[in-house]
């Protein structure tokens, strides 16, 4: 979230609130877990809401495991965000708990590849980057060649890929659901602009406040509660058949979601972090 939105939510329930830059920390282990900010010993945190961009993810999740180390309670713990961001990882979990996701595969260099695209439905198909971003590394593919160049361009580039279902219906379109603890306290209807069959808001989609149906709600509270995670954006498509969860974004953009339905996202956020801090037992730091 952005750091005034932050400060502010933070000041109006009464807390102290600091920013940290995760490569900036110092993690020390012996006699017990600590921590330095820029040479300067961490103390006294209540909670902690992990903010992991996608390109430090592997450190940003060290430190985040070394403040549950040092008895600090966490929005979003280490294991959950990981599972969020492996998107092999998450669909198998959310398909294991019986949740309706876009019919994927993946396979290693040298499989069938016509196979591949039968199995999610045939072409077009979503074919995506395992650890991709804001709809960075998401390609439709409306060809068997398309789909060969993408997939062995990756393959040797060391990339893993997803093939994956195109849900026809729903082009262009997407439901973002906003999770906060057990409920859903927000939703838009994303719409790519005009030549683009992404809907993130990064690439110039369109937010739209959306009064979301029952089923939707249920499907992304069930896929918060299956990852782990506290506070996530839950991204489906509407299919004919209902709700299709696609990924949960461990560290959600949400001021898109705010213009467009009005609501104090970032209070709702800092008030269950607030009330996770009162539940948790935890020492001092």
Not at 136 to 162: D, H, K, P, R
Not at 232 to 254: H, I, R, Y
Request: hydrophobic fraction near 40%; proline fraction near 5%.
């Amino acid at each position: 979230m952005r750091p005034a939105g932050w400060f502010e939510a933070a000041g109006k329930a009464g807390l102290k609130s600091i920013v940290i830059d995760t490569l900036r920390c110092e993690l020390l282990l012996s006699p017990r877990p600590r921590m330095l900010y820029r040479g300067a010993e961490v103390k006294g945190l209540s909670v902690g809401v992990p903010r992991i961009g996608a390109s430090i993810t592997g450190y940003g999740l060290k430190v985040v495991s070394h403040l549950s180390a040092m008895g600090v309670p966490v929005v979003n713990d280490a294991p959950s965000i990981s599972r969020s961001r492996d998107k092999l990882r998450c669909l198998q979990l959310l398909s294991a708990a019986g949740i309706d996701i876009p019919r994927t595969v993946m396979a290693y260099q040298g499989t069938n590849i016509r196979r591949l695209v039968d199995e999610v439905g045939g072409l077009p198909a979503i074919v995506k980057l395992l650890r991709g971003t804001q709809g960075v590394g998401v390609m439709i593919a409306t060809s068997m060649a398309e789909v060969q160049g993408i997939l062995s361009t990756f393959w040797e580039l060391g990339q893993e890929i997803l093939v994956q279902e195109f849900i026809r219906e729903s082009k262009g379109r997407d439901v973002r659901a906003l999770v906060v603890g057990d409920q859903v306290i927000g939703a838009m209807r994303r719409t790519a602009r005009k030549g683009e069959f992404r809907s993130n808001l990064h690439l110039g989609g369109e937010g739209k406040p959306l009064p979301l149906p029952p089923e939707y709600a249920v499907a992304a509270a069930k896929a918060a509660r299956t990852i782990g995670l506290e506070v996530t954006g839950v991204d489906m498509l509407e299919s004919n058949s209902g709700p299709k969860v696609m990924e949960l974004n461990s560290s959600p953009g949400f001021e898109g979601l705010e213009r467009a339905t009005g609501q104090d996202i970032a209070g709702a956020i800092v008030a269950h972090a607030l009330a996770l801090s009162r539940r948790a037992p935890h020492e001092s730091v």
